[in-house]
């Protein structure tokens, strides 16, 4: 096809490419929990997460929609604009990965595209009303509303279970934790598999390729969905580490109860056409649950940090995809510049990883954080248990007054 031309095919690579990078990047948000918790094998699990991320690309193309179609005014999008836009969506992607940050791949992506079009058609060109409800609002929401889900879900499942056998309630839970982090697989592959195809339509729509307000081709869909699998089985060690063990500490009935609301929300998003983050529903669960158990804290130093990177998404993927529009438009060789940029920015990343490896082999030893201010106080309140505090009492005294015998007897002449 004429109009399918050279810069076309390589927005649509890059898409795909960044879709890999989403996969591997979010594979945490599925399978942290799980992992960490020994419901699954590792290896296992992240096979199983990127199955079904695969079926999910194909239930809905509604959040593909509000990308294609509703972010931005597909009139005057040129595909250097697509392609900057993805050049800033996963250097982002592959800086957080790095560093074991669960940000949002989402937001990378729809930051890239906004600085992109902001840099090439000015500022009208984006739809601020759908901003707003359908990625702002929803990304202050989600994390709130599945948290407040998921620390009520667990102390509904830990009043419930008090009755329950110790090790026939742990298998049960573990089934459930099973489940319900392939609940969140599949919708993973709904929602976060729709942005590219997304992404790659309003392209093929900015090429001549498809008319414009047409659907996702089944070829896109396709595509989108081996990509994320692909990326998904790789595994984004490094964030499972930090979703999973960095975070919290949770137990199997925990696991279960962020996963099962993290699923929720997401779906019904899905469903509403909302292009919501994975990331920050899951996230927002986890520590909801690690709050939900009496005695159960969140280590607040990385939540923090977390937070940071979540603010910083949008503005820095924007900064990134402008400069990298800008770029482009000098013309062929612009693009070229840019396209050797990436790959060698990647190859950078990647090279610096290896100083540290994190793989399924070591994915569950993580180091304990220094207790922060937040979780001192906690313990501070939190009466000790009585057996060692009895044997304490009753040692110290013991040895003082051994240590102080030998000083009040004479030595005899």
């Known amino acids: 096809m004429e109009s399918f031309s050279l810069i076309l095919a390589i927005v649509v690579v890059t898409a795909l490419a960044f879709d890999f990078t989403n996969g591997f990047h979010d594979t945490a948000n599925a399978m942290a929990t799980t992992i960490s918790t020994g419901a699954m094998r590792p290896k296992i699990a992240v096979a199983m997460s990127a199955v079904l991320n695969l079926v999910g690309a194909f239930l809905s193309v509604e959040v593909a929609n509000t990308i294609s179609k509703g972010l931005v005014d597909e009139a005057g999008i040129r595909p250097e ?4 836009a993805l050049v800033g969506a996963i250097l982002w992607n592959l800086l957080t990965w790095l560093v074991g940050l669960p940000s949002s791949s989402s937001h990378a992506l729809m930051g890239g595209l ?3 079009t902001i ?4 500022v009208g060109a984006v739809h601020g009303d759908v901003l707003v409800t359908k990625v702002l609002i929803p990304a202050i929401a989600a994390p709130l509303v599945a948290g407040i889900a998921a620390l009520l879900a667990t102390r509904l499942t830990y009043s419930l279970g008090k009755k329950a056998e110790g090790d026939a309630s742990k298998k049960g839970y573990r089934a459930g934790q099973i489940a319900s982090a392939g609940l969140v697989s599949l919708a993973h592959g709904t929602n976060d598999a729709q942005k590219t195809m997304g992404v790659i339509t309003l392209a093929l729509v900015a090429g001549g390729a498809v008319a414009p ?3 996702p081709p089944m070829w896109v869909i396709l595509s989108a969905g081996i990509a994320i699998a692909l990326g998904t089985y790789l595994g984004g060690w490094r964030i499972i580490r930090t979703m999973g063990k ?7 009935q925990q696991g279960f109860a962020a996963q099962t609301s993290a699923a929720t929300v997401i779906l019904a998003s899905s469903h509403l056409g909302f292009s919501l983050s994975t990331t920050h529903s899951v996230s927002g669960a986890v520590m909801g649950a690690g709050l939900g158990r009496k005695g159960g804290v969140v280590r607040w130093s990385t939540a923090t940090r977390m937070f940071v990177a979540w603010g910083l998404t949008l503005p820095a993927a924007a900064l990134v995809g402008a400069l990298a529009e800008y770029v482009t438009g000098f013309g062929n060789w612009g693009t070229a510049v840019v396209a050797i940029f990436l790959v060698a920015s990647s190859a950078v990343i990647w090279k610096l990883s290896r100083r540290e490896v994190v793989d399924h082999t070591n994915v569950n030893g993580v180091e304990e954080e220094p207790a922060g201010v937040v979780t001192t106080a906690i313990a501070a309140v939190t009466p000790p248990p009585a057996g060692p505090s009895e044997e ?7 040895q003082a007054s051994a240590e102080r015998k030998p000083s009040t007897t004479t030595t005899p002449v």
């Open 81 to 84: 604009v697509i392609f900057a």
């Open 114 to 116: 906004i600085g992109a």
């Open 119 to 122: 840099a090439s058609a000015g």
């Open 213 to 215: 307000d047409s659907d």
């Open 246 to 252: 960095g975070l919290t500490d949770l137990q199997p």
């Open 392 to 398: 304490l009492a009753a040692t110290i005294p013991a």
